[in-house]
């Protein structure tokens, strides 16, 4: 079926929209290599606009990126914006948007995170921060990136969570907006810092929080910040 047409202005301000996002999506790929979370081009950024996903291109430093490189496919994976191959993380960022209310995925190799996947099964409850992600954060069990294996273990660790582990490989989370996206991202590589950092002193052992002392704090996060 052919889709509808549009009067000039509604096109130009979908156009607009597209443009502003984008650069948006740019800005916050460029933040993660800036704040240490990748190396390269080794992560992933992506953000829904209704029925079209746009999404870092493959193997392209983000410093390079420009309003030209606008990269978009649809729910399906095909692309319909921009000549650029979109990046090959694609897999976990399409099964995110079909199955949560996602607006924004940030994928990443960050350090400590990465360091935690191969150690544990869960993060321990270091900090009640894990309550903004809906609770203990858990690990996916290693796949080849790229794959639809991949994606479904991402989706059974994301269940009830905006943000999980990748075992050998890095971290994903989602959010409403980028901005949310990215600061659950940076409070996710925070947390296994904080673990890595208490659990190598030598003779101790970090206290933990209990299920219950984390609801609690997820309870009042959800009130957290400015009402407009």
Do not use: F
Not at 85 to 96: G, K, N
Not at 142 to 159: C, K, V
Not at 183 to 197: K, P, V
């Amino acid at each position: 079926m052919a889709e509808p047409r549009r009067n000039p202005a509604e096109a130009e301000d979908i156009r607009q929209e597209e443009a502003r996002l984008w650069a948006e999506l740019v800005a916050t790929a460029r933040r993660t290599v800036a704040d240490g979370l990748v190396v390269g081009t080794s992560g992933n950024v992506s953000a829904r606009l209704g029925d079209l996903v746009l999404v870092t291109p493959t193997g392209v430093p983000y410093d390079r990126l420009t309003p030209g490189d606008i990269t978009g496919v649809d729910i399906t994976g095909r692309r319909v914006l921009g000549t650029l191959a979109p990046t090959s993380e694609l897999p976990m960022h399409l099964a995110v948007y079909r199955t949560t209310d996602a607006r924004a995925v940030v994928h990443t190799h960050a350090v400590h995170a990465t360091a935690v996947s191969t150690l544990v099964d869960e993060l321990p409850l270091i900090h009640y921060m894990a309550g903004a992600l809906g609770g203990p954060v858990r690990v996916a069990p290693y796949a080849t990136y790229g794959t639809g294996e991949l994606a479904e273990h991402m989706l059974r660790a994301l269940d009830g969570r905006s943000g999980c582990l990748l075992r050998n490989h890095g971290t994903i989370t989602y959010g409403a907006t980028l901005d949310q996206a990215y600061d659950r991202t940076a409070q996710l590589e925070w947390m296994c810092r904080l673990w890595l950092t208490a659990s190598s002193v030598p003779g101790l052992t970090p206290s933990l929080l209990s299920e219950a002392q984390l609801a609690e704090a997820g309870e009042r996060l959800k009130g957290y910040g400015q009402r407009r």
